[in-house]
């Protein structure tokens, strides 16, 4: 799966765009040489998004009065004036490593990255939990006993 991502002068339209055909809710903003720069989440612009995946046939975009007005106020804004900082991870680090810049961020995804800052993924921290112990059963089940 690719990380959507946007340039920092594309507009308004252009950005609920790729969030409606990526249906992510997190898009990573970036120069002309793909280098993260920030990160819009769908959720920090409800006036943008609040219905954008809501039900069947849901409104492109919120559509509240107080939505309204807010979303035509920013109208003509770029999508780097709507991002915020992005928590960063490198390609090499560790699974316990980006788990903890997560947590202490109190992120929901963190942007993967190489030496370059160009986006390579994300990463949640979910993806960073060790897999569960597997249960062994001593070898000597019986005839009763079932091995799992």
């Not at 920030?38 to 409104?59: C, K, N, R, V, W």
């Not at 900082?85 to 993967?112: I, K």
């Amino acid at each position: 799966m690719t990380v959507p991502t946007i340039g920092e002068r594309a507009g308004l339209q252009q950005l609920v765009d790729v969030v409606e055909a990526s249906r992510a809710s997190h898009v990573a903003v970036v120069d002309e040489f793909g280098r993260l720069l920030g990160a819009i989440d769908t959720a920090d612009h409800p006036d943008l998004f609040g219905g954008l995946f809501g039900g069947e046939g849901g409104p492109r975009v919120a559509g509240t009065p107080r939505h309204r007005r807010r979303r035509d106020a920013r109208r003509h804004a770029a999508a780097g004036d709507l991002m915020a900082d992005a928590v960063v991870v490198g390609e090499a680090w560790s699974p316990a490593r980006a788990a903890h810049t997560l947590t202490t961020a109190g992120a929901d995804v963190a942007y993967v990255v190489d030496d370059l800052g160009c986006v390579r993924g994300t990463v949640t921290i979910r993806q960073c939990r060790p897999a569960p112990a597997a249960h062994t059963v001593p070898k000597e089940a019986g005839r009763d006993q079932v091995r799992v």
